[in-house]
């Protein structure tokens, strides 16, 4: 069992991916940036999908600089320093997609 994030643009084409197994709360703090606990199934995501407009990337994006500071570069040790860069660059993709586009998709496995 994993969390799984795939977001995608208008297109349907998959912009950006994370995963995360499923007792690792990088993944919460990842539903908890997006406002997406809904989401959550405990063990694994829904299953389901959700549409985020460009001011709710905004702001999940604003949140993530205010735990991690404004550098794209995250620093950390081994796999937290993995984690962290799954959601620096799970964020900064869905952010620009939907800045471009109005909107993103993330669906949530």
Same mark, same amino acid.
């Given at each position: 069992?994993?969390?799984?994030?795939?977001?995608?643009?208008?297109?349907?084409?998959?912009?950006?991916?994370?995963?995360?197994?499923?007792?690792?709360?990088?993944?919460?703090?990842?539903?908890?940036?997006?406002?997406?606990?809904?989401?959550?199934?405990?063990?694994?995501?829904?299953? =389901?999908?959700?549409?985020?407009?460009?001011?709710?990337?905004?702001?999940?994006?604003?949140?993530?600089?205010?735990?991690?500071?404004? =550098?794209?570069?995250?620093?950390?040790?081994?796999?937290?320093?993995?984690?962290?860069?799954?959601? =620096? =660059?799970?964020?900064?993709?869905?952010?620009?997609?939907?800045?471009?586009?109005?909107?993103?998709?993330?669906?949530?496995?």
């Amino acid at each position: 069992m994993s969390h799984e994030m795939l977001g995608r643009n208008k297109a349907g084409e998959e912009i950006a991916y994370a995963r995360f197994s499923m007792r690792n709360y990088n993944a919460f703090i990842l539903y908890d940036l997006l406002d997406a606990q809904v989401f959550n199934a405990g063990v694994s995501g829904s299953g =389901n999908s959700s549409t985020f407009s460009n001011l709710q990337m905004e702001k999940a994006l604003n949140a993530w600089k205010r735990l991690y500071g404004n =550098n794209d570069s995250v620093s950390a040790n081994g796999a937290e320093n993995w984690d962290r860069k799954q959601i =620096n =660059n799970f964020i900064l993709s869905c952010f620009k997609t939907a800045q471009k586009e109005g909107s993103v998709n993330v669906s949530f496995f």
